[in-house]
């Protein structure tokens, strides 16, 4: 299942990297004859690279997402991504002589439009193919949960085994005194890592501590925390610059805007149990109590340049520091506020492995879940944390990153 996917994906990223190159013939056909396709293609070449990280952020290798309407307002968002790319890349290489401006609009446009009819085609091909039959052994919890995945992923849950049967699933309170005929040709899978792969988050009414324990161990790289501080020291100093440019003019329109300090300080926790404080902009009014557990009913509280700073996200730009302090990373768990880390210790079951993990400026429950307003949010929230934590890597941090890019695009 998982190889399978994998393989598709890697297809589509080499024919998406092959349609870029036939873009550009294209463009130079329209175009410009007087220019050599090899020494264009050359020239393209490492653009073409930039492109390929947005074009895996923007879900476009879900091979289920075509049928989804946000595909094609993602493709335009991307063409203008492509075109911003291209324009800061020629910019920066002078020494080729030319500015392909017009080449670089023709070479966007075509390959957009050769994406989607791709897209379109490979989608109707693979809609058709026969929907995997799976049979589970034991009694599922959570099962409804991935209904949804389980139409979207094409399979079919069967009530008993079959010849068509493809998947057998064991859940972990499956007993049998009978000997298990092991049969060709039938994949066998643990329901934990179906519900996994399907859902992207663990399930914690299934959890094995043992197996996450295991799953750390194996993950404890040291070159990928060297790599990860590298990438936490590059954004936390951008960011920082961005902070610097900005202050003046944020620090003012608080001010104008209400009374009370510029920045907003609060205790949370972060690895290991440790506390630290995280300083944003201030975005609502100076009262007692401001400091709910749960957001509802706090919208009245923010102050106007509070709603604009949230808006784009600038609030959180002093949190620079805490990156390149060490106390966060770019990416990992949200540190939660003290106060409110007391409670989830209390109701969520085995909340304290939260503590291995470094804490995060966003992370993979950001992309996926939305904010929590309850502990039942606040759990299933810990699960996507928890599927991070099993399956963190360099490559699932770019693309956390990237899509915490495309969230802010979408959302303005």
């Given at each position: 299942?998982?190889?399978?996917?994998?393989?598709?994906?890697?297809?589509?990223?080499?024919?998406?990297?092959?349609?870029?190159?036939?873009?550009?013939?294209?463009?130079?056909?329209?175009?410009?004859?007087?220019?050599?396709?090899?020494?264009?293609?050359?020239?393209?070449?490492?653009?073409?690279?930039?492109?390929?990280?947005?074009?895996?952020?923007?879900?476009?290798?879900?091979?289920?997402?075509?049928?989804?309407?946000?595909?094609?307002?993602?493709?335009?968002?991307?063409?203008?991504?492509?075109?911003?790319?291209?324009?800061?890349?020629?910019?920066?290489?002078?020494?080729?002589?030319?500015?392909?401006?017009?080449?670089?609009?023709?070479?966007?446009?075509?390959?957009?439009?050769?994406?989607?009819?791709?897209?379109?085609?490979?989608?109707?091909?693979?809609?058709?193919?026969?929907?995997?039959?799976?049979?589970?052994?034991?009694?599922?919890?959570?099962?409804?949960?991935?209904?949804?995945?389980?139409?979207?992923?094409?399979?079919?849950?069967?009530?008993?085994?079959t010849t068509e049967t493809d998947f057998i699933v064991f859940t972990n309170d499956f007993?049998?005194?009978?000997?298990?005929?092991?049969?060709?040709?039938?994949?066998?899978?643990?329901?934990?890592?179906?519900?996994?792969?399907?859902?992207?988050?663990?399930?914690?009414?299934?959890?094995?501590?043992?197996?996450?324990?295991?799953?750390?161990?194996?993950?404890?790289?040291?070159?990928?925390?060297?790599?990860?501080?590298?990438?936490?020291?590059?954004?936390?100093?951008?960011?920082f610059l961005v902070n610097i440019i900005l202050f003046p003019f944020i620090a003012l329109?608080?001010?104008?805007?209400?009374?009370?300090?510029?920045?907003?300080?609060?205790?949370?926790?972060?690895?290991?149990?440790?506390?630290?404080?995280?300083?944003?902009?201030?975005?609502?009014?100076?009262?007692?109590?401001?400091?709910?557990?749960?957001?509802?009913?706090?919208?009245?509280?923010?102050?106007?340049?509070?709603?604009?700073?949230?808006?784009?996200?600038?609030?959180?730009?002093?949190?620079?520091?805490?990156?390149?302090?060490?106390?966060?990373?770019?990416?990992?768990?949200?540190?939660?506020?003290?106060?409110?880390?007391?409670?989830?210790?209390?109701?969520?079951?085995?909340?304290?492995?939260?503590?291995?993990?470094?804490?995060?400026?966003?992370?993979?429950?950001?992309?996926?879940?939305?904010?929590?307003?309850?502990?039942?949010?606040?759990?299933?929230?810990?699960?996507?944390?928890?599927?991070?934590?099993?399956?963190?890597?360099?490559?699932?941090?770019?693309?956390?990153?990237?899509?915490?890019?495309?969230?802010?695009?979408?959302?303005?």
């Amino acid at each position: 299942m998982i190889k399978k996917e994998k393989a598709i994906k890697i297809c589509l990223l080499i024919t998406d990297f092959l349609l870029m190159y036939v873009a550009l013939y294209f463009a130079l056909l329209l175009r410009s004859k007087s220019l050599d396709f090899r020494d264009s293609a050359y020239a393209f070449s490492i653009l073409y690279v930039l492109w390929l990280p947005f074009i895996y952020a923007s879900d476009f290798y879900d091979l289920h997402y075509f049928k989804n309407k946000s595909f094609l307002y993602n493709l335009i968002i991307f063409g203008f991504i492509a075109l911003f790319l291209g324009l800061g890349y020629f910019y920066l290489r002078p020494q080729l002589l030319f500015t392909p401006k017009t080449i670089l609009i023709l070479n966007v446009f075509i390959f957009a439009c050769l994406l989607y009819g791709f897209r379109k085609i490979f989608y109707k091909i693979f809609s058709k193919n026969k929907k995997e039959k799976v049979v589970i052994l034991g009694n599922p919890k959570n099962i409804q949960k991935i209904k949804k995945q389980i139409e979207e992923k094409n399979f079919e849950i069967l009530p008993h085994f079959t010849t068509e049967t493809d998947f057998i699933v064991f859940t972990n309170d499956f007993y049998s005194n009978k000997t298990i005929t092991i049969l060709p040709n039938i994949r066998y899978v643990n329901y934990n890592e179906f519900y996994e792969i399907l859902s992207k988050k663990v399930c914690l009414d299934n959890f094995s501590e043992v197996l996450f324990l295991e799953k750390l161990s194996q993950n404890n790289n040291k070159i990928y925390f060297a790599l990860k501080r590298i990438l936490d020291l590059c954004l936390g100093f951008l960011f920082f610059l961005v902070n610097i440019i900005l202050f003046p003019f944020i620090a003012l329109a608080i001010k104008i805007d209400s009374k009370g300090s510029i920045f907003y300080k609060q205790k949370r926790v972060g690895i290991r149990g440790n506390v630290f404080t995280v300083y944003k902009f201030r975005t609502m009014k100076e009262i007692e109590n401001q400091n709910k557990v749960w957001r509802a009913n706090q919208d009245n509280q923010i102050t106007k340049v509070g709603k604009f700073l949230r808006r784009f996200h600038l609030d959180e730009l002093p949190q620079s520091l805490s990156i390149i302090k060490g106390d966060i990373s770019f990416v990992g768990p949200r540190p939660e506020w003290i106060e409110i880390d007391k409670i989830y210790k209390k109701e969520i079951p085995f909340y304290n492995y939260r503590y291995l993990e470094k804490p995060g400026f966003t992370g993979w429950a950001q992309i996926n879940f939305k904010p929590s307003d309850s502990v039942d949010e606040a759990k299933e929230k810990f699960e996507y944390d928890l599927y991070y934590m099993k399956n963190k890597s360099i490559i699932l941090d770019v693309e956390i990153v990237l899509k915490t890019l495309r969230l802010l695009i979408h959302k303005h």
